[in-house]
């Protein structure tokens, strides 16, 4: 089966600007979760949905959002761009949550200019 | 504060050797763990998991061993290949943590020929 598709691969954008990713969960999963991998900080929760609802939320500031669809599709946004956004950001789709295990995509790298 | 860290940045290790990759947790709440395996210009992929009411899983070449009185988790890897060259994440998911993963630091292991 498919697994996680996020698109698109790469992102080049110019500070200011607002960025919005894209996630095609495993089919059946209605868990979505957004992770921030920097060098820096590591891998970093972003926040969760489950059935269009959003359940768990990171500690970003509120430039960083994100919605989830009826399909269980997920998009997440980040406005007024700044250099630190530059990132791998990461979907993962689960079942049900996390004590299921996600699966996650291969990630969109964002690079802030 | 909730941590899970990793003992060692970087593990060298010789081709057809045992690996055995270090986590530390203090989340004592944490009742699922997951290790995953990172290559280059990929997302983090599921390599095997251990619930709290168990203290060893074994995979195919990967075990992972659980022991809680000390909060620690370690991933072995029997006749460890070229290809097992990547980064090491644990993971945890405490119970009650609102869906989100918690993730170490991660560990680069290196397999020399």
């Known amino acids: 089966k498919a697994g996680v598709t996020q698109t698109p691969r790469y992102l080049i954008k110019t500070r200011g600007q607002q960025v919005t990713l894209s996630c095609s969960p495993i089919s059946g999963h209605r868990s979505v979760s957004w992770y921030q991998q920097t060098p820096g900080q590591g891998l970093q929760f972003l926040f969760e949905?489950?059935?269009?609802?959003?359940?768990n939320k990171g500690n970003f500031p509120g430039r960083f959002s994100g919605r989830q669809f009826s399909n269980s599709r997920s998009e997440m946004n980040v406005s007024t761009l700044e250099l630190g956004d530059s990132a791998l950001y990461l979907c993962?789709?689960?079942?049900?949550?996390?004590?299921?295990?996600?699966?996650f995509g291969s990630g969109t790298r964002l690079t802030v200019v | 504060g909730e941590s899970v860290g990793l003992h060692l940045p970087t593990l060298s290790v010789q081709e057809g050797d045992n690996s055995i990759i270090n986590c530390a947790y203090s989340?004592?709440?944490?009742?699922?763990f997951i290790w995953y395996k990172q290559e280059s210009g990929k997302g983090p992929q599921f390599i095997i998991d251990?619930?709290?009411?168990?203290d060893k899983r074994q995979g195919q070449r990967v075990t992972v061993l659980l022991n809680k009185t000390v909060k620690h988790l370690s991933l072995q890897i029997a006749a460890t290949q070229p290809g097992d060259s990547a980064v090491y994440f644990c993971a945890e998911a405490p119970t009650g943590g609102g869906n989100k993963l918690t993730f170490g630091t991660g560990t680069q292991l290196k397999v020399e020929l």
């Open positions: 251990i619930r709290s009411n168990m």
């Open positions: 949905y489950f059935s269009e609802t959003q359940r």
């Open positions: 989340n004592s709440a944490s009742d699922y």
């Open positions: 993962a789709s689960s079942l049900r949550g996390a004590n299921y295990g996600y699966t």
